[in-house]
């Protein structure tokens, strides 16, 4: 089933520089990310050791920021800049490995931070292969 | 299929005051609105008509935010807080009925547009069934 | 001095429906409340005590987004639309008197919530007289 | 008159591996940014010609989504990630330097686009030197 990302994608009424369903892919995966890390950031605030916490909830912050920025960039083809897309794609790669890595560290403790390490994998991975489309 | 974002939510490990079906479910609908008005937004700007959309641009943006926003507030659910949570909604169905009727009127001519209202009224109707269960 | 937020106000080509010196500390109190509330979210994670301020962090979160999200809608003057602008004003408002006085609580232990509650008292009263003007 | 941005970074409870009125600086810049091109996007839609200014409001965009999300990630001291900062304070240089030279393009026609051009300009440096520090 083609996500609502791919039907509005369909619709754009003039050239795009990249392959339509690669990058509605990687949209999708920054918004489940930005969406997962939002998520993660509240439940540690939740848990009992929150205190053992707040660099995993500092970092879903970062990560879903960073996430839905490039989520919206990655949205506009009008007057599309391809050194914008690339720093931001490395930035953000950048975020869900460090926001992947941490989660993963307490994936077994805690199945938000699992769901949540999941996302952020697979959020870098469609960074990384959109960027190497780019350069 | 659940969502990625109910997938989160099973992971929340306090009470929810809602039901956590009916909350991914308005949530998802947040995030595919704001996806829609981002990508309306930029369609719009690509039009040879661009003259004639600039409010429908303008409400697109909104719309985005406003959606994005209440996304987020949604899905925290640490010292949760009525009225801010209905509030906002009220704000984001009002956001979504403006974007949604100025969309519509140009169903016709923009498949962007059409694809994009049904999009907000989707996600009007989201907010209003929230909006009855926290009053 | 004018900030740069007026003096971008000042170059508008068009007719903007409210004053644009109230219009601009408006969107200046919102920014500052805004900056003021990530900034004490990400305190309060760096405090012993952190298992105390969880409510602090999550009110803090949504009122950085909705102050931030307010000062964007109300930076947009193209195809005003006073129901959404009156809506949001009334959220934020409320956002800002939730986390205002969350900080208040703790602002003789920590002087960031201190020096936040004062942002978030000038924000919500900028929000209220604005209304007074739009409604 | 230190800032509003200032006032908090002083009442962070723990060390801050930047100096602080370096920091503060640096943020006030970004905000100041995302601000002005927040509004320059605006006034463009307003401009009989919109058609030739389609992407300027697209840079304009991307500009202020990135620089309002480098600072928010720059206001986070708690579980600090130089890779992060760094990647993205790189990704911001970028933008800030293609929306300063979109704009400056249209400087002698629209003021909007001087002012707003500006801005990008002190932002790009403040974002450059922050870097020179961290890197």
């Known amino acids: 089933m083609p996500s609502g990302t791919m039907a509005m994608l369909e619709t754009y009424p003039k050239a795009i520089n990249l392959d339509r369903a690669e990058l509605a892919a990687a949209i999708d995966a920054l918004n489940d990310c930005a969406q997962a890390c939002t998520a993660c950031a509240d439940a ?9 916490l707040t660099t ?3 970092t879903n912050l970062d990560c879903a920021d960073i996430c839905a920025t490039t989520a919206r960039v990655l949205s506009r083809h009008t ?3 391809a050194n914008i897309s690339r720093t931001l794609l490395e930035a953000c790669a950048t975020a869900c490995r460090s926001c992947g890595d941490e989660c993963a560290g307490h994936a077994d403790t805690h199945e938000h931070c699992r769901v949540c390490a ?7 991975q ?8 780019i350069s």
Do not use: F
């Open 44 to 52: 540690c605030l939740s848990e009992d050791m929150v205190a053992d």
């Open 56 to 58: 995993c909830v500092r």
């Open 79 to 81: 007057g599309y800049d």
């Open 118 to 124: 999941e996302a952020c994998r697979a959020c870098e």
């Open 126 to 133: 469609a960074c990384r292969d959109l960027l190497a489309r």
